[in-house]
């Protein structure tokens, strides 16, 4: 994994310039490369490239970046892993190419030198950010994984070109870049919580979105292609019996796994005691010849604790198993560094003991392994549910009768609905149980009272501040991924609709983006297997009925598990990273978010401090606000650090 930025300006550009860019750009991501640097430049072409190196494949010179190819055309920077480099390297062989080393960078240049940069970059499988010069052509191409699992940045500085990098904070090491806020991103971020691409914070700069690759010439427009996107697949094709389909899941996560457990680094495994992490960690150790190192993090608070859960699944399966209890204390701690390593407001507050249990794995590993993925690719979270089961109700009911309802389940305090949910919770199917009942009732009651139709409540449970212009002005409504997320794709089938949203929306720019800057900041590679595109295209082709069925999320997926895992160790109600926020807010982290809170530090933000308030009292008496909360106090954590 590693750090990768460059600059592409005018032809004949100062040297030095260039080169203090580059190098002062890439020193900026050593946390993403602490093993080694480089750079390359052409000043009469007006192109320099630098790099930051955490070796994975091939430790030594030989995967050096940038790389140039054998036959001297293309120089490539490059940050993430290739999966089917061994197979690329036989045919790239077979063609005549001579390989200098090891390293999987090494067939991406190759690739290109034998088939061009876009055809290269759509053989590859895995997860990337890359940079290739073309020096005969005059091109910089770059491009993104298919999932959007590795970063990629991008400002235009007007006459002076363009500048790329892993993180946004790269850009701040050069004069000419000028960060100003984008007000569309901030309404976006109070949404949804995170910025969606392929907006950042800062105007005039961009995300490359996934499965895309865009050309840059100096004095021509860009050129960007999308070369894969999960909206263009087939839903709902697959027939076979289920045992089948469960064989035939097996394999591909066996292959999955296998790929990802290459490296010439010791490699571990995420291990939370839910489903994802359980099947993939099971499946390493079925491949692994010693017991495979296995992370949790568990919390003192036990309504959250999955510690006990993930060490039964660890004895179980035979691993290497350490753990550690996150505190409130802890989270305070780490609360400063959120701003630095996120670059820009990411209010999901699982970033905590994400960063922690990478830092606790970096002490033994240099890769690991997690579940991410799984939810979105299988339909597992609670709302995939909860939103069918709404809409089939709240569709036959006049909106004024539907408001009136909301209105009602909302003025009852978390707490009663709580308390009544425990008075019944011994009848309930362990699965179906979960910790937050009372503001799962809050949040029906209220997007229930809005939707106008099944996408729009799907889109509403999903969403933080549902009108972000309550308290921010100037921005809109913050729908802007709504807007172009496949809005138009022929879905008959509302959870097949959900599960593709969240995999262009919520998966690249929330869920990703947290595990790849906290592992990242450790200095940690992460790899996701249930994010392989092969598997999320095969999910694709299953119908609804066997991702959720009798209640039971991850339907299929549960059914590899139970292969390996005994069902009562895993079938417990969904857990997630999730902390005691509403316990912490209120308690511990209390005087520190009434500090940030005060009407004159909120005004100070840029946001109205009479709805920040109200929200801030209703938490105070027991209302699910955390997430609001949370929301508005890392936007000004972050404007305290950078704006």
Request: glycine share 8%.
């Amino acid at each position: 994994m590693c750090g990768i930025v460059g600059w592409l300006g005018p032809a004949g550009g100062d040297a030095a310039t260039l080169h203090a860019a580059v190098d002062n750009m890439a020193s900026a991501l050593v946390h993403r490369g602490p093993d080694d640097d480089g750079r390359w430049l052409d000043v009469q072409a007006g192109i320099a490239l630098g790099f930051r190196r955490l070796s994975i494949l091939d430790l030594t010179q030989a995967g050096h970046q940038p790389m140039l190819s054998a036959d001297g055309r293309y120089v490539c920077v490059f940050n993430g892993e290739i999966y089917n480099h061994r197979e690329l390297r036989t045919e790239l062989e077979r063609r005549g190419a001579r390989f200098r080393g090891a390293s999987d960078t090494e067939v991406i240049v190759e690739a290109a030198a034998a088939f061009g940069g876009a055809t290269a970059v759509r053989r590859l499988w895995g997860m990337f950010a890359l940079g290739i010069w073309d020096r005969l052509d005059g091109s910089l191409l770059l491009a993104r994984d298919r999932l959007g699992k590795k970063p990629l940045h991008v400002t235009r500085l007007n006459e002076a070109g363009w500048l790329f990098a892993s993180e946004l904070k790269a850009f701040r090491q050069v004069d000419c870049f000028r960060p100003e806020i984008d007000p569309t991103a901030v309404a976006a971020y109070l949404r949804f919580g995170y910025v969606p691409a392929p907006l950042t914070i800062f105007r005039n700069t961009w995300k490359l979105e996934p499965g895309t690759f865009s050309v840059f010439r100096f004095d021509r427009p860009v050129r960007t292609e999308r070369y894969w996107s999960p909206c263009d697949l087939a839903r709902a094709t697959r027939s076979e019996p289920v045992d089948v389909l469960v064989s035939e899941l097996d394999s591909l996560l066996r292959d999955a796994v296998s790929r990802r457990m290459i490296a010439d680094v010791p490699v571990g495994s995420f291990l939370s005691g839910g489903i994802d992490s359980a099947a993939v960690t099971a499946l390493m150790q079925r491949q692994s010849v010693r017991p495979v190192r296995t992370f949790s993090i568990g919390f003192h608070n036990h309504e959250y604790d999955e510690a006990a859960a993930a060490a039964a699944v660890a004895r179980h399966l035979g691993t290497e198993h350490v753990d550690f209890h996150l505190s409130a204390d802890d989270a305070r701690a780490m609360i400063p560094d959120l701003a630095e390593i996120y670059d820009e407001p990411f209010a999901d507050s699982s970033q905590i003991p994400t960063l922690l249990i990478s830092r606790l794995a970096r002490r033994s590993v240099t890769v690991a392994l997690s579940g991410d993925g799984g939810d979105e690719v299988f339909a597992g979270y609670r709302r995939h549910e909860l939103a069918r089961t709404l809409w089939a109700a709240a569709r036959r009911a006049p909106r004024a009768v539907r408001q009136s309802v909301g209105a009602l389940l909302t003025s009852v305090p978390v707490s009663w609905w709580d308390s009544a949910f425990a008075v019944a919770k011994p009848l309930v199917p362990a699965r179906l149980r979960h910790r937050s009942f009372g503001e799962g009732v809050h949040k029906a009651g209220a997007v229930c009272s809005l939707a106008e139709s099944a996408d729009e409540l799907y889109w509403n449970l999903v969403s933080i501040w549902r009108d972000p212009g309550l308290l921010f002005s100037g921005g809109g409504d913050g729908r802007v991924r709504w807007e172009s997320a496949c809005l138009d794709a022929e879905i008959p089938e509302f959870g097949d609709r959900m599960t593709l949203y969240d995999l262009v929306t919520y998966l690249p720019d929330g869920i990703l983006v947290k595990i790849d800057r906290a592992s990242m900041a450790a200095s940690l590679e992460m790899r996701s297997p249930l994010l392989d595109h092969r598997i999320v295209e095969w999910a694709s082709s299953l119908p609804f009925g066997l991702k959720i069925r009798g209640g039971a999320t991850k339907w299929i997926l549960r059914q590899v598990l139970y292969r390996y895992v005994p069902p009562p160790l895993v079938d417990r109600p969904k857990t997630g990273f999730s902390v005691p926020l509403e316990h912490w807010l209120r308690g511990p982290l209390r005087d520190w978010a009434e500090h940030l809170l005060r009407p004159d530090r909120i005004e100070a933000a840029g946001l109205r401090p009479p709805p920040v308030r109200r929200a801030w009292r209703r938490h105070l008496a027991g209302m699910p606000e955390q997430h609001r909360i949370w929301a508005v106090l890392m936007l000004m954590q972050w404007r305290q650090r950078w704006a």
